[in-house]
T-cell receptor, first 115, second 114 residues
């Protein structure tokens, strides 16, 4: 089946630094990738949608300059949290889709802790 | 805008028993997909079952089945013969056929008692 690899699985960084999270579709071409943020015992909150070669579409309230998304190829999307602060600490999940008829595959998530 | 509502924050079921998780949604579209995802403590999202709105027959996957009531905009998940491994957070999700953004419900924590 379709596999999405997300790295790192956890990261601790100092306040003010930037962190990059990678999301790769291993055995299919992901026309669209999604980035979610999830707080403990809460639902997934969509941050942005990215299509290969296009600028990401951000959800209302998500800071574009803080959460940089790049989808340079059909198998790789990256999320960079810039100038991270403790309030950015959260669980980030990516998802990839080949198109509506093929469903969605989720990465295993990244736990970010900013100290 | 589409919304998904899961009105049960937590549910409990005895091992080997049956439990039903409820989900309602709101949309003006006639063509769409509905999903149930499971998120165990590992936090990996796992697809449980999927339903196309144009299909009248309810989807079934082994011990998991849905009751899809299109007119009522209801999409409940029935888990039969519950197992300890079924304990997880369950999310109902919706996407429009021609769009591709998933809208999630708030989730239901399912506890399985031995």
């Amino acid at each position: 089946g379709a596999v999405v690899s997300q790295h790192p699985s956890w990261v601790i960084c100092k306040s003010g630094t930037s962190v990059k999270i990678e999301c790769r579709s291993l055995d299919f071409q992901a026309t669209t990738m999604f980035w979610y943020r999830q707080f403990p015992k809460q639902s997934l909150m969509l941050m942005a949608t990215s299509n290969e070669g296009s600028k990401a579409t951000y959800e209302q309230g998500v800071e574009k300059d803080k959460f940089l998304i790049n989808h340079a190829s059909l198998t790789l999307s990256t999320l960079t949290v810039t100038s991270a602060h403790p309030e950015d600490s959260s669980f980030y999940i990516c998802s990839a889709s080949e198109g509506i008829n093929y469903g969605y595959t989720f990465g295993s998530g990244t736990r970010l802790t900013v100290v | 805008a589409q919304t998904v509502t899961q009105s049960q924050p937590e549910m409990s079921v005895q091992e080997a028993e049956t439990v039903t998780l409820s989900c309602t949604y709101d949309t003006s579209e006639s063509d769409y997909y509905l999903f149930w995802y499971k998120q165990p403590p590992s936090r990996q999202m796992i697809l449980v079952i999927r339903q196309e709105a144009y299909k009248q027959q309810n989807a079934t996957e082994n011990r998991f089945s849905v009751n899809f009531q299109k007119a009522a905009k209801s999409f409940s998940l029935k888990i039969s013969d519950s197992q300890l491994g079924d304990a997880a957070m369950y999310f109902c999700a919706f996407t429009h056929r021609h769009g591709n953004k998933l809208v999630f419900g708030a989730g239901t924590i399912l506890r399985v008692k031995s």
